[in-house]
């Protein structure tokens, strides 16, 4: 695969219609950072809302398809910040949540829920591990995504994107 290939890859979610297979612009998406270039679809967006799910870290496609792609440091403490008071039911919401139910993001029979606080023990461990590892998160000087910017620029995540996706097209 090329870099342009991964550039423009985005990862399926188990829900029918959630997703698309190539990213492509959603201009009604609730986040205007991300509605030239999308994995999601903009019904699927408001799902996730309606039911506490942080769109940002899906609806990019740059870093979808990457594995332990870089996010910056002080982007990972602010999502922390804004959740660890808040409630879950699971640490890897990939792997651990239930995906067949009419909920999106529904519990698994038998778990407990509890703040983020008591299933992860940092910020660091928050982010690296909520999206079953897709994130890692590094120091602010280094290159690395953030969640917000001004979007009458240019998305500050596509060159970190570019840079990993052609890492990864050349192994």
Known sequence: MTADDYMSMCITLPIEGASK????????LECPSFREKSCCNTNSTADFLENHVWELMYEHPDFDHLDQAPICASQCEEWWDACKEEYTCHRNWITDMDWGGEEINSCK??????????????AADFCNTIWHNAY????DSEPCMVFTFDTSKPNPNTAVAQAAAEEKATK
């Open 109 to 122: 029979e038998g778990s407990v829920c509890k703040k983020y606080k008591e299933f992860y023990s940092s």
């Open 21 to 28: 297979t190539v990213a492509s612009p959603e201009p009604d």
């Open 136 to 139: 890692k998160v590094v120091p």
